[in-house]
């Protein structure tokens, strides 16, 4: 299929085209084009005709198509089904907040890491999108909806960390300045715990945010909810985010999806309390969604559980839901599509 010259530098792009005889220029013209959500190579009119049909004779360019997409009547949220290439599909979720526009994105195709509450993980990981899937879904979601994206959130399908060298890539593209130009501060990345990536981020120092999916603060209940927990456990996870904090100086945000009977006891606010001591951050409480294939319910002391960490000076607040009245959340309209191919539908 070629190569995906979408997920290219323009340092690398320059070298590629100088060894093609072109001018060293090119690079940067041909990296803009590529961030403004070009097509084909035929959309780039200052690049000469020639040089078009080498480019399309070496590389891959399209994007992606979207499959399905949904809006809510509720709030606008808009939620995108988009097919790849290779006829595997992700999502793409764009929210409007008064602070600007929002597209969370996924970063694999599927996920291995197993958490009981999550539709993403239920076929388990095809592979990883390139650094170009990721910023495709930027920019096609933003050209589709009309909206201008001022935000990303990596909190879609798949685990940013375990495709952490696309994900670095993607990053250094969204983030230059001949691109979309979207800065590091108003990019947050989600993971489950994968504490080698965590310190990794922590060594680059990058100013995005990084998001924790802790969903317990306790070993035995996360063991039990997200497998990722008997490799990393909880206790060096919260090492990990410390560090974080001491090298970077970013405060942490900890997602916490609450879960009737099994996260949502007061002694495990006060675990959270005590494990966040010395460190500022951030619980945002979740609603758990109802997943049809998860026993797993929500829970009924959402509230009571904020204020028991707010009375002890944790900031803690509730995510507000969008998207309520369709498939928002992560893997559910794309397990939905899936579940009906194999019906045979």
């Known amino acids: 299929m070629g190569i995906d010259i979408r997920s290219m ?66 709030d606008g949220t808009a ?65 589709d909806s009309g909206l201008p994206i001022s935000n990303i959130v990596l909190m879609g399908i798949g685990e940013p960390l375990d495709n952490l060298e696309n994900v670095l890539r993607f990053l250094e593209l969204v983030n230059h300045p001949l691109g979309m130009n979207i800065g590091m501060r108003h990019i947050s990345l989600s993971t489950c ?19 924790v999916s802790l969903h317990a603060p306790d070993s035995e209940t ?10 990393y456990d909880v206790d060096e996870l919260f090492a990990a985010c410390h560090d974080y904090f001491a090298r970077t100086g970013r405060r942490i945000s900890f997602e916490y999806a609450m ?11 006060d ?3 005590k494990k966040l001591r010395g460190m500022p951050g951030h619980v945002n ?7 049809v294939e998860s026993p797993l319910k929500p829970s009924r002391r959402v509230r009571q559980f904020q204020q028991r960490l707010e009375n002890q000076g944790v900031t803690a607040t509730v995510r507000r839901s969008l998207g309520g009245d369709i498939d ?9 599509v899936m579940g009906r191919e194999e019906q045979g539908q």
Not at 193 to 211: D, F, K, M, W, Y
Not at 259 to 269: L, P, R
Request: glycine content about 8%.
């Open 193 to 211: 715990g994968l504490v080698p990536g965590i310190r990794r981020l922590a060594e680059l120092e990058l100013q995005l945010t990084l998001s």
């Open 285 to 291: 409480l979740i609603p758990l969604n109802d997943v």
């Open 79 to 143: 939620k995108y089904l988009w097919e790849l290439h290779d006829g595997n599909c992700i999502e793409s979720v764009v929210m409007r907040y008064r602070h600007g526009n929002t597209v969370c994105i996924s970063s694999q195709v599927g996920c291995r890491m197993g958490c009981a509450f999550c539709a993403s993980t239920l076929g388990g990981k095809i592979r990883d999108l390139t650094a170009g899937e990721m910023a495709e879904q930027v920019m096609f979601t933003q050209a």
């Open 9 to 74: 530098t323009p340092e690398e792009l320059t070298d590629a085209l100088k060894a093609m005889g072109e001018p060293a220029f090119r690079g940067k013209q041909v990296f803009t084009w590529l961030h403004r959500g070009v097509r084909s190579f035929e959309e780039m009119s200052d690049i000469p005709k020639a040089l078009r049909e080498k480019l399309a004779a070496a590389y891959r360019l399209g994007g992606l198509t979207a499959a399905q997409k949904q809006v809510s009547r509720l």
């Open 259 to 269: 879960i009737d009977g099994v996260n949502d006891a007061d002694w495990q606010a």
């Open 222 to 231: 996360r063991s039990r909810i997200m497998p990722v927990n008997r490799a």
């Open 271 to 273: 675990l959270i309390v």
């Open 328 to 336: 928002a959340s992560c893997g559910q309209l794309r397990r939905k």
